[in-house]
């Protein structure tokens, strides 16, 4: 059970192009997100698909696959953990964010 202390997997489809940034030595992060769908019926038997937007990063090698073959609208499979962080706006406003760490990407879907 250690493993399982702080993991998401996701499946969805890209919402955004990945937006990658090279820092000073080569090493990159992508930052992107990915939209989740669940179905379910409710009461009166209609169908409602209900949809969560998550905001996903990438370091490293990782951020290099997404860079090279994820695109908006592309469906995925992704392992990571949540990472919660906060910073203070321009205003002095604390602001609270919280994203997945990517550790594994993997493309889903029909080849092109």
């Known amino acids: ?13 890209l919402g955004t192009n990945p937006e990658v940034k090279t820092f000073d030595g080569g090493k990159k ?11 379910y019926r409710n009461a009166k038997g209609e169908k409602i698909t209900d949809t969560q937007w998550h905001r996903v990063v990438a370091w490293g090698k990782v951020a290099e696959i997404a860079e090279k073959y994820l695109a908006k609208g592309k469906e995925v499979a992704l392992e990571g953990k949540l990472i919660n962080r906060n910073y203070t706006d321009k205003d002095g406003v604390k602001k609270y964010i919280t994203e997945v760490q990517a550790s594994e990407i ?7």
């Not at 993991?7 to 489809?13: D, E, H, M, R």
């Not at 992060?29 to 179905?39: G, L, M, R, Y």
């Open 29 to 39: 992060i992508a930052s992107f997100s990915i939209a989740t769908n669940e179905s």
């Open 1 to 13: 059970m250690y493993a399982l202390k702080n993991k998401v997997q996701l499946i969805g489809n």
């Open 106 to 112: 993997l493309l889903l879907g029909e080849k092109e």
